[in-house]
């Protein structure tokens, strides 16, 4: 007996001397493993080294400046300088003042923009926004002097990986690889961003999808997304914070795509299964000397651009036609492309709009493997099932207004098989499908067209009821 | 010694009582004074029931404080067992239930005002404002159109907001309150309203407050890891105001990206 109980105070006092969930401050963003796993353990070393450097880690994020990031900037002079402290005043004008006075600016380094620092980069140990007194981090070489401007960046990162990591992050995981603690008890899971792919933008997919734009995501965090598990953090979150957890979201975005792409590129010639290759090492070696980092910058610059580019004036599909008029007629001529080879909605959402049409029931192929999926059903490009929108019950994740409903017939929906029928379909004939899938649930109410005289409605089951 | 242990005993139910008094001072307290006139009734019940256990607690503090300072005092009475008086039973039994019965009925009308349909004010139940549904972890609300009717069912003009209720000032008004997945609590605190809302059941909810401004709308029931997120706000504003936010609703609903004659160029967000 004694000697159980010494063994379970035992296991207590470690449980104790341990902690529970290690050194926070040692948290790294988790490793893309599916597709690590592939390459050369060195190659994958070096996948982590250049993330690592680029990015650093949760509680230690690197602000990479080739990235359209909005990093968050304060402008501002020195107001006296007394040792390592800087007393200073921020330029009220400033268009980030918001969130400045929080803490986060204390891990941010201040760039000198005029006096003997100018162009030098001062690291900061502790930022006091009461007094606006910063103490950098170690002996200044040539101090700064009053007067001396300087820019403060990087506290939307700061203040946004908190903000993610209190209300995000559970389900969207600390890399937002969409697999937190609480992901694996949801339907639909929670949005992987590494991908990129964001299903709810109002940017085109033709001829090649275009990224969510900042107000996409905020329309989401926004408004949620009914029929999943996004709720709505408004009015909970003021402007601000939704500013500095958007600049995060896609910050992670981009960091799951370059990691993304490091790897594909690297696979290419150093795959795991290569390891016995003579000389692998050598080549592996030489590559990562030389042509390597000009591939990470080359591909940090190909995603930036992506990202950008969605914010460029003009990337939202807006319809050249006002809509037509929800009339019995349109819903009737958008039912017969619903349910026509036209736009084909019916393979899919099925005859009735309930989301079971023939599609649903047959193995489909995986649009980037061409490999034929194990179970039967539509998947998404994050390989999970997915099951297309039963209309008739009125849930509009991608929102509920007639131009978001032409969006999602016009762009598809970006990681799913609903495709965009840009191409296919008319502005007419989209709006017409939009005024159909807006009656669908209510169908049973919609006014009647005037029939046809026809055969069926003279038979003794129908009587002569007109 | 043993005025020691008299004081002592006698420290707390004092601390306690001037902690009471002090909180109103350090805001711990009602968020304010009602907005609603059947929330200052309800407040005037807390405060009734709040003088009356005041009252016993100081009287029943006292009796022991004195009983223990006039024991300690004592050397010549030895203490005696007792297997009880039937009068002192009798009495402690019968007080509190007389007060607990005076509180029974006298609460009932404040009751009967808050919860009995048939009592609810004149044209509220007929024409609910909204129907407000909880689900994991946000607040839902649904619309009539403008001057239409809430159906039970969704109908294909209503207006759908979330985590912003709204409500005229000066009017007596109604909302349905339903559950789309576990138990939550719609919680006003302004407005001194608590009510569960129950998967499977449509709750009448009725207020009418008298005082514009936007306050704050909570769950009060845990509900989820997620519970703390369902923090909506309800905006009480003048009737034309209330009427234009519906409208505006309505405009930004049937958005099709063109402005339509009663937005004028409003832009694409």
Redesign the interface.
């Known amino acids: 007996m004694s000697v159980r109980w010494q063994s379970l105070i035992a296991v207590m006092l470690a449980g104790l001397l341990a902690g529970c969930g290690g050194d926070a401050s040692k948290a790294r963003f988790a490793e893309n493993s599916a597709l690590a796993k592939q390459l050369l353990p060195k190659a994958r070393k070096a996948v982590q080294k250049t993330l690592d450097e680029h990015f650093g880690a949760p509680l230690d994020s690197v602000a990479w400046l080739k990235l359209p990031v909005n990093y968050g900037k304060a402008e501002g002079t020195v107001k006296s300088v007394d040792g390592l402290k800087l007393s200073v005043e921020f330029n009220k004008e400033a268009s980030d003042v918001d969130g400045l006075t929080s803490p986060e600016l204390a891990r941010a380094g201040l760039l000198f923009t005029s006096g003997v620092s100018a162009g030098k980069q001062v690291l900061l140990a502790k930022f006091d926004p009461k007094t606006n007194v910063f103490e950098a981090l170690q002996t200044l070489d040539s101090p700064p002097a009053k007067d001396d401007t300087f820019v403060a960046a990087g506290h939307f990162l700061r203040h946004g990986r908190k903000l993610y990591a209190r ?1 995000c992050q ?1 389900c969207h995981g600390v890399s937002g690889d969409g697999d937190g603690t ?1 992901a694996k008890y949801l339907n639909p899971r929670p949005r992987d961003y590494r991908l990129g792919v964001f299903k709810f933008t ?1 940017t085109g997919s033709f001829p090649a999808p275009i990224k969510a734009t900042r ?1 996409d995501l905020k ?1 989401v965090i926004a ?2 997304i ?1 029929g999943t ?1 996004m ?6 979150l003021k402007e601000n914070e939704l500013t500095a957890i958007i600049e995060y979201v896609r910050w992670l975005a981009m960091r799951g795509e370059i990691e993304k792409g490091l790897i594909t590129e690297l696979k290419g010639e150093y795959s795991r299964d290569r390891s016995k290759d003579e000389g692998i090492d050598k080549s592996l070696e030489t590559y990562l000397g030389e042509a390597y980092p000009n591939f990470v910058n080359e591909i940090a610059g190909e995603v930036g651009e992506k990202w950008s580019g969605a914010e460029e004036e003009g990337t ?1 599909i ?2 050249k036609k ?2 037509t008029q929800d009339t019995a007629e349109s819903r009737h001529r958008g039912k017969e492309l619903f349910l026509g080879n036209k736009a084909k909605c019916v393979n899919c959402h099925g005859p009735a709009g309930r989301g079971n049409g023939p599609m649903t029931e047959d193995f489909q192929k995986n649009p980037t493997t061409n490999e034929v999926y194990a179970e039967r059903g539509l998947f998404d490009v994050w390989d999970q099932p997915i099951k297309p929108r039963d209309l008739t019950r ?1 849930i509009y994740r991608g929102g ?4 978001d409903i ?1 969006r999602r017939i016009y762009v598809g929906i970006k990681g799913t098989p609903m495709p965009g029928n840009s191409q296919a379909l008319s502005e007419d004939e989209i709006w017409d499908l939009v005024n159909y899938a ?2 669908v ?2 169908d049973s ?1 919609a006014p009647k067209l005037p029939k046809p005289h026809s055969v069926a409605e003279y038979s003794t089951e129908h009587g002569h009821a007109n | 010694m043993r005025k020691f242990w008299c004081l002592f005993f006698m420290f707390w139910p004092i601390a306690a009582i001037v902690y009471s008094a002090m909180s109103p001072a350090y805001g711990w307290w009602f968020p304010g004074d009602s907005v609603t006139e059947l929330g200052q009734r309800i407040d005037n019940l807390f405060y009734l029931i709040l003088i009356i256990i005041t009252v016993v607690f100081i009287g029943t503090q006292m009796a022991l404080g004195y009983a223990l300072w006039k024991a300690a005092h004592n050397e010549d009475e030895k203490a005696h067992f007792s297997h009880g008086s039937h009068n002192l039973e009798v009495i402690w039994s019968v007080a509190p239930a007389v007060i607990l019965l005076f509180l029974a009925l006298y609460q009932m009308d404040v009751w009967r005002d808050f919860r009995v349909k048939a009592y609810f004010p004149e044209g509220t139940i007929e024409t609910p404002i909204a129907e407000v549904t909880a689900r994991q972890f946000e607040w839902r609300i649904r619309y009539p159109a403008p001057g239409k009717k809430l159906q039970p069912k969704p109908q294909p003009d209503d207006l759908y907001a979330v985590n912003e209720l709204r409500a005229p000032i000066g009017r007596a008004v109604m909302i349905q309150l339903r559950s789309e997945d576990v138990q939550h609590a719609f919680f006003l605190p302004h407005l001194r309203i608590k009510q569960d809302a129950i998967p499977g059941q449509i709750i009448p909810i009725w207020f009418k407050a008298e005082k514009k401004g936007i306050y704050e709308l909570l769950c009060a029931e845990l509900c989820g890891w997620g519970h703390y997120k369902m923090r909506a706000q309800l905006t009480v504003e003048r009737e034309v105001e209330f009427q234009d936010y519906l409208k505006k609703l309505q405009t930004d609903q049937n958005y099709d990206g063109f402005p339509t004659s009663d937005s004028v160029a409003k832009k694409e967000e």
């Not at chain 1, 709720?231 to 909970?236: A, E, I, L, Y």
């Not at chain 1, 509920?400 to 131009?403: A, H, L, N």
């Open positions: 209300h559970h609480t109002s107000d329309r408004l949620g009914p598990y709720p709505s953090f408004v009015p909970m939202a807006t319809p006002p809509r009125g509920r207004r007639p131009i032409y807006l009656s649930p209510y109410q």
